[in-house]
């Protein structure tokens, strides 16, 4: 889930055109580890209304899934790199970020 998490902060910076830092998210385990929430939130102090313009409007939702997978399943990396989930701020997890389990995920929902 962080690779899908990680997948969907960059696809929403592209889609809305934003720097990648004014947004963040988490995850938040439910049910025993088992079930994953992805929780994307504004970083920008006061927040700025990205995340809202996304929930609020699903043809963007809809583009920020769209550019997820894409950013996935069009890179030929292994297991991912910078131009697909790698960042300077998540590279405490580059070791367990796959971009194929991010795009397998997302295909579910295009």
Known sequence: ??????????????????????????????????????????????GAGHIHRIAADESIFQSVIRKAHEICSECECSPSCYKCLRDYYNQDWHPVLSRVVAAEFLKMYL
């Open 1 to 46: 889930m962080l690779s899908v998490m990680y997948a969907l902060l960059r696809a929403t910076s592209q889609v809305l055109d934003i720097e990648s830092t004014d947004i963040s998210g988490c995850l938040y385990a439910a049910n025993g580890n088992v079930q994953y929430s992805i929780i994307l939130y504004d970083s920008v102090p006061g």
